[in-house]
């Protein structure tokens, strides 16, 4: 690959969000946990300087453990550095596990969704402004998220990680780089700002240029479809190094890779757990859920994916009954407008 500087391009190319990243590292992250591989307290000390504890949900009459049905949200965040205190949550994941069924429901919400945000006095926004508003009221980032999205879908947060998009770039550094087939002739600006060119044929690529090669759509004739097929090249690789790694040091290389740029509420027997249940879900008892959403232009906030509420209802129940959670009832819904006309947005995991 040819790399140009481009360092006066537009910043506003630079501003675009790749969700999918965060999807990809997410993926990665819980494989690592659930690789059962209890590796030793170096390891684990990686993960244990990197906790935030989150405390129990207010649905919640007590902190529910890992042998009851429980959730753990994925946050991917627009941060270079995980001490950066201003961000905002590109990616939200909310992943429903019963471990008595073996079975997860995972609902990405759109980080445009318009929804009234806590502790704004009712103010509705795009969701991803969560985190600022819980900055610039001094109760926390992830706390107002949570809030934010328990009052959004009427079920508990009860766990969460957080990583930022160096940690994409770091992780497959870490893994020694991957190998992709570029199947036409592409340029895309990596996030430091070079333009990194790709040509026809087998190449390695390093963790920069490899968050380059899954970010490009436009120039892709496929678009997304094209797009998902590079990512789920490189993903497939991932998991195959990640699989076939033997010995601590390896993973030892790996969780300080991730470390830097990852957060969460987990105690150390939540990893263990995790690693169980992981082994014993099969895949086909992970069920993606899909949210109808209408795009709408709201003043001041902008362009906007409005819920409707029959949808979130579904998507609320749906929920909730796994999660072995009575049915609502007569109970306010928020997030949303009762709009007809919706279109179908999938955020897969």
């Keep these: 690959m040819r790399r140009v500087d481009q360092s006066r391009i537009s910043r506003v190319k630079k501003k675009r969000r790749k969700k999918w990243i965060i999807r990809t590292v997410s993926l990665v992250l819980l494989l690592l946990l659930g690789a059962g591989l209890y590796l030793g307290s170096e390891i684990w000390g990686v993960f244990a300087n990197t906790k935030n504890n989150l405390g129990k949900s207010d649905l919640r009459d007590k902190q529910v453990q890992m042998d009851e049905p429980f959730t753990i949200l994925l946050l991917g965040t627009d941060q270079?550095?995980?001490?950066?205190?201003?961000?905002?949550?590109?990616?939200?994941?909310?992943?429903?596990?019963?471990?008595?069924?073996?079975?997860?429901?995972?609902?990405?919400?759109?980080?445009?969704?318009?929804?009234?945000?806590?502790?704004?006095?009712?103010?509705?926004?795009?969701?991803?402004?969560?985190?600022?508003?819980?900055?610039?009221?001094?109760?926390?980032?992830?706390?107002?998220?949570?809030?934010?999205?328990?009052?959004?879908?009427?079920?508990?947060?009860?766990?969460?990680?957080?990583?930022?998009?160096?940690?994409?770039?770091?992780?497959?550094?870490?893994?020694?780089?991957?190998?992709?087939?570029?199947?036409?002739?592409?340029?895309?600006?990596?996030?430091?700002?070079?333009?990194?060119?790709?040509?026809?044929?087998?190449?390695?690529?390093?963790?920069?240029?490899?968050?380059?090669?899954?970010?490009?759509r436009k120039q892709d004739p496929r678009g997304d479809l094209g797009r998902n097929e590079r990512q789920r090249e490189v993903v497939t690789q991932l998991i195959d190094k990640i699989a076939g790694f033997e010995g601590v040091g390896n993973f030892s290389k790996l969780m300080k890779a991730v470390g830097d740029n990852f957060e969460h509420s987990l105690e150390l027997e939540n990893f263990k757990a995790l690693a169980d249940i992981y082994r014993k879900i099969p895949k086909n008892n992970i069920?993606?859920?899909?949210?109808?959403?209408?795009?709408?232009?709201?003043?001041?906030?902008?362009?906007?994916?409005?819920?409707?509420?029959?949808?979130?209802?579904?998507?609320?129940?749906?929920l909730r009954e796994h999660l072995e959670l009575p049915p609502l009832e007569n109970q306010e819904q928020e997030g949303g407008s009762d709009h007809d006309d919706s279109s179908e947005t999938e955020n897969q995991f």
Aim: without cysteine.
């Design 287 to 318: 069920e993606n859920l899909v949210i109808k959403t209408t795009p709408e232009n709201v003043p001041g906030a902008g362009a906007v994916l409005i819920w409707p509420k029959e949808d979130r209802q579904k998507i609320q129940q749906i």
């Design 80 to 216: 270079r550095k995980r001490s950066d205190p201003v961000w905002r949550a590109d990616v939200m994941m909310l992943i429903a596990v019963n471990p008595k069924t073996n079975s997860a429901k995972v609902l990405s919400i759109p980080r445009d969704t318009y929804a009234t945000i806590a502790n704004t006095d009712g103010m509705k926004a795009k969701l991803n402004s969560a985190a600022y508003w819980g900055y610039k009221k001094d109760v926390g980032q992830v706390v107002n998220i949570r809030k934010t999205l328990e009052n959004l879908l009427h079920v508990p947060v009860d766990y969460y990680a957080r990583i930022n998009f160096q940690g994409f770039e770091d992780i497959v550094d870490a893994l020694g780089g991957v190998e992709v087939n570029v199947k036409f002739p592409f340029h895309q600006q990596a996030i430091g700002g070079d333009m990194v060119y790709f040509e026809p044929g087998v190449k390695e690529l390093n963790g920069s240029e490899a968050l380059a090669y899954v970010r490009m």
